[in-house]
């Protein structure tokens, strides 16, 4: 599976941004999807995640009722759409998809992810 993340920008305190995360490959829909985030000398942090039927979705504390995770498995497409954005949301963010199970318990865990797409930098400006 090769992954593909766009959408970042720039944007001030307050707007919106939405992120997508185009895969290839025919079993997307088989896949957990998650997304990360990176800031300079610090480990990547969990976002949000959902599975590939998207009944189970899962967000970290600091981005629920802001962000909404959402997949298209007829396009192979995952998006972060993210509002009401704080200079603190700035970072790289990064797709990633999970072959396994147990998504309740590995969600968080960047190790428990099989790919990951290249990042995509988002700026929030005060």
């Known amino acids: 599976v090769q992954l593909q993340a766009f959408g970042g920008g720039l944007v001030q305190a307050g707007g919106s941004l939405r992120l997508s995360c185009a895969a290839s490959g025919r079993t997307f829909s088989s896949y957990v999807m998650g997304w990360f985030r990176q800031t300079p000398g610090k480990e990547r942090e969990f976002v949000a995640a959902l599975s590939g039927n998207s009944r189970s979705i899962y967000y970290a504390d600091f981005v629920k009722g802001r962000f909404t995770i959402s997949r298209d498995n007829a396009k192979n497409t995952v998006y972060l759409q993210m509002n009401s954005l704080k200079p603190e949301d700035t970072a790289v963010y990064y797709c990633?998809?999970?072959?396994?199970?147990?998504?309740?318990?590995?969600?968080?865990?960047?190790?428990?992810?099989?790919?990951w797409g290249q990042g995509t930098q988002v700026t929030v400006s005060s």
């Open positions: 990633a998809a999970a072959g396994g199970s147990a998504i309740a318990t590995n969600r968080s865990r960047a190790g428990w992810y099989d790919y």
